[in-house]
């Protein structure tokens, strides 16, 4: 991937209160430009949105029709048993082109007021231990195909994050808010990198960031249907390990 483009802006010194110079502002117009050249977000074809609409609308409903039906009362039923709260954990997430959405999932913590500025950490003691197996399973992130049905998501695309994170870490993390210009995602091309979970160091943000607008620059109908099977078999490949250590 590229490296970020960086330009230096003139500056005009303090003792100096008329305009900026033209050439000033050329060279600013000129960085602008080179930036928007460089990381210009590709725009695929009507085709391929009308296409992965109905993949998202095909998929989501044989999911929510075959699995959601047996699944939820049982899932539901062991959240209740085992912690006071709600089924679902309703959170605000910023979707495409930073419009703000509700994105479902089942909770996993006990209900507490810091669920919308902290991440869950290993060892969170905020997770119940119906949420621990609901998070290694992610069976915790089963009811956002309800938001795919709606539209606020599709199953490829960059993960969507919370609006506290959004507002903190697009200050320092440069072309974070690129991650917009596509609606979010269930799975994306960060996470078959190895980029999912918990955020640990500024790095591996960075990288997550870098490959979002890799999955925008490259984006297809045969790349989602790569990332959708990569994803459906390093599940798979998780459960099949655990139970050989069990």
Not at 3 to 28: N, T, Y
Not at 34 to 62: C, W
Not at 189 to 215: C, H, P, S, T
Not at 233 to 244: M, N, P
């Amino acid at each position: 991937m590229e490296h970020p483009f960086i330009g230096k802006i003139p500056l005009v010194e303090p003792s100096r209160k008329q305009a900026a110079p033209q050439s000033d502002v050329a060279d600013i117009r000129e960085m602008f430009r080179e930036i928007n050249h460089r990381y210009m977000v590709y725009q695929p074809s009507a085709y391929y949105a009308a296409f992965k609409r109905g993949l998202d609308i095909l998929v989501s409903m044989t999911f929510i029709l075959l699995v959601m039906s047996w699944v939820y009362p049982i899932v539901a039923l062991l959240i209740k048993l085992t912690s006071r709260g709600p089924v679902f954990f309703i959170q605000k997430r910023t979707g495409y082109k930073g419009v703000e959405f509700d994105c479902f999932k089942f909770r996993t913590m006990y209900v507490n007021a810091d669920a919308d500025t902290k991440q869950a950490t290993t060892g969170d003691k905020r997770i119940t231990p119906v949420g621990k197996f609901l998070r290694k399973t992610h069976l915790d992130e089963v009811p956002q195909f309800f938001n795919v049905l709606l539209g606020d998501m599709s199953i490829v695309g960059p993960r969507p994050h919370m609006l506290y994170h959004t507002t903190y870490y697009s200050q320092f993390i440069p072309y974070y808010n690129l991650r917009h210009e596509a609606v979010p995602g269930m799975t994306g091309m960060a996470q078959i990198k190895g980029f999912i979970g918990e955020i640990n160091v500024e790095r591996e943000l960075r990288k997550r960031v870098q490959w979002d607008i890799y999955y925008l620059k490259n984006r297809s109908i045969w790349l989602d249907i790569v990332i959708i099977f990569t994803t459906f078999a390093q599940v798979i490949g998780k459960a099949v390990e655990k139970k050989k250590k069990a």
